[in-house]
């Protein structure tokens, strides 16, 4: 089955805890992308990448790493997550950047 | 996203009506996207659109986008349960003449509940 997964799907941390939200998908796809969702502010890209080792800064990637060694996987790094960074986060991927985002089923992230 | 304009923010039907959706933008879009989304679950694919004036229809659910490119409506004909949810839409937008690409910029969303 053609999906993206996301992990782990919940996760509660403390501030300052390093963490990682892995990503994968199965099709094949070049263009793979980060979002966060937030009541009020919508859906906002974090990072993208458009193949393997190539990354660009979306709206709002302060606070973020991310890493494209693989073409199926594209992790989040949160270095030194806050608390602002609570949130619900969406992995998405594509066969080409203007085509359909296949998105991941979410991780929702509580930072302490 | 302000760049993105959704309305209304929460619709409330009765099952059978119709209703619209609309998404607008201040600037062209060179491609826009309509994604449902069940409360805190992933975004689902419905269309794209990319040409001014282009129409497509899947089931009972028709999307829209305006000949100049900067609004799009979606339509839902005899309106379900199964149709309640979250409706986005995503935009390639136009910055400083070019299309934005990869960076996609979403509307806030418009929470959708239909009643039996």
């Known amino acids: 089955e053609a999906q993206v997964t996301q992990n782990p799907r919940y996760l509660i941390t403390v501030t300052g805890k390093k963490l990682t939200v892995t990503c994968s998908q199965n099709?094949?796809?070049?263009?793979m992308s980060w979002y966060r969702q937030d009541p009020g502010l919508g859906l906002r890209q974090i990072y993208y990448?458009?193949?393997?080792?190539?990354?660009d800064k979306g709206d709002v990637p302060e606070g973020y790493k991310v890493s494209r060694k693989e073409k199926r996987n594209f992790p989040l790094i949160l270095e030194s997550p806050s608390p602002n960074q609570t949130s619900l986060y969406f992995c998405?991927?594509?066969?080409?950047?203007?085509?359909?985002?296949?998105f991941g089923p979410g991780t929702r992230l509580t930072v302490l | 996203s302000q760049e993105l304009e959704q309305s209304p923010q929460s619709l409330i039907v009765q099952e059978g009506k119709n209703l619209t959706i609309n998404c607008t933008s201040s600037?062209?879009?060179?491609?826009l996207y309509w994604y449902k989304q069940k409360y805190g679950e992933g975004l689902i694919f419905l269309m794209m659109l990319q040409k001014g004036g282009e129409e497509k229809s899947h089931e009972k659910i028709t999307a829209k986008l305006d000949e100049k490119k900067q609004q799009s409506s979606l339509h839902i004909t005899a309106s379900q349960p199964s149709h309640a949810g979250i409706y986005l839409c995503?935009?390639?937008?136009?910055?400083?003449?070019?299309?934005?690409?990869?960076?996609?910029?979403f509307g806030e969303g418009t929470q959708l509940t239909v009643n039996p």
């Open positions: 600037k062209t879009l060179y491609g």
């Open positions: 995503g935009a390639d937008m136009e910055i400083r003449g070019e299309t934005s690409g990869s960076r996609l910029t």
């Open positions: 099709m094949n796809h070049e263009y």
């Open positions: 990448s458009m193949n393997v080792e190539v990354t």
């Open positions: 998405a991927s594509s066969s080409f950047p203007y085509n359909e985002q296949f």
